[in-house]
């Protein structure tokens, strides 16, 4: 990395147990039949954080650390109207859960007669089909603060389990972003070649395919329920984030991420 890394933070993460100390109950449905403890499961779910250190903003050479939080909804059955994923956590399937990101501030300092860009943050859903040796996904998430639009992912992962406790994926992965997303961290407009002294062409990127590569994951269950988190990425740009005067100019096609985080898994009576 070309320059120290700004800030580092951890998020805690704290929570209650939520499985009624009755789960392990004998019980019957109206119609007398005994359930078992996982029928008495509705929902399991994670939540955890951790820190991503990933560059400072799009097409950035220069790197720093960010909150990262980890979330994922694994198994929801509402009595009548739906039932997806599993209570297992090897049991695959249909999965859900919100999706986040983050980009960092820019401003003059890092690119002189550039418009400074406020951090923009990115939310979304995210959903996954997962086999026993392989999953797909696909992220959709809006983005606001410094850049406004759309932006998303879609990936396949191949799926190895060493032991009980360890899960490994690794797999390629493609980013995405409209118009106006694209323009703000790409784009050079008039002024900003004037001001420039003509260092930067004006420039107007396009939506479309912003980046190629490959990311991996590996997760550890060192307690029951907890698990250690580390996921990195290795993404070339490509279109017109790549052919951006930006880009060439300051910045660098190859964009590296890495996190580490902690998490915990939760399962819940809710009706």
């Known amino acids: 990395m070309s320059r ?14 939520s499985v009624p100390a009755s789960a392990t109950d004998t019980q019957a449905d109206p119609a007398g039949v005994p359930l078992t403890p996982d029928e008495r499961i509705d929902a399991v779910f994670e939540l955890g954080a951790g820190a991503m250190v990933s560059p400072e903003y799009e097409g950035s050479d ?19 109207l739906v039932t997806f994923g599993s209570i297992n956590p090897q049991g ?11 980009g960092g501030e820019r401003d003059d300092d890092d690119l002189d007669g550039l418009d400074d860009i406020d951090a923009t943050y990115e939310a979304g859903i995210k959903l996954g089909y997962e086999w026993n040796n392989a999953e797909v996904y696909g992220e959709a998430r809006y983005a606001f603060g410094g850049a406004d639009g759309f932006v998303g992912a879609v ?12 899960l490994l994926k690794a797999g390629p992965r493609a980013t995405f972003a409209s118009d106006d997303y ?6 050079v407009d008039a002024d900003e070649f004037v001001r420039s002294g003509g260092k930067f062409d004006a420039f107007e990127a396009d939506g479309g395919v912003k980046s190629v590569g490959l ?31 930006i880009v ?8 590296l991420t890495f996190g580490l985080g902690l998490s915990k898994r939760f399962s819940v009576d809710l009706f």
Do not use: C, H
């Not at 120290?4 to 147990?17: E, N």
């Not at 060439?248 to 964009?255: C, L, N, T």
């Open 62 to 80: 220069d790197y720093e650390a960010s909150p990262w939080p980890i979330l994922g909804l694994d198994y929801l059955s509402i009595p009548g």
């Open 92 to 102: 695959g399937g249909l999965s859900i859960g919100p999706s986040f990101g983050y």
């Open 182 to 187: 694209m323009n703000t961290y790409f784009g």
């Open 4 to 17: 120290a890394i700004l800030r580092f933070a951890i998020l805690a993460v704290s929570a209650v147990a």
């Open 215 to 245: 990311e991996a994951s590996a997760r550890y269950e060192f307690a029951p329920t907890w698990f250690l988190n580390a996921e990195g990425s290795y993404m070339r740009l490509v279109g017109d984030a790549k052919d951006s005067p």
């Open 248 to 255: 060439q100019e300051e910045g660098s096609e190859d964009q």
């Open 155 to 166: 990936g396949a992962n191949a799926i190895a389990r060493p032991n009980q406790a360890l």
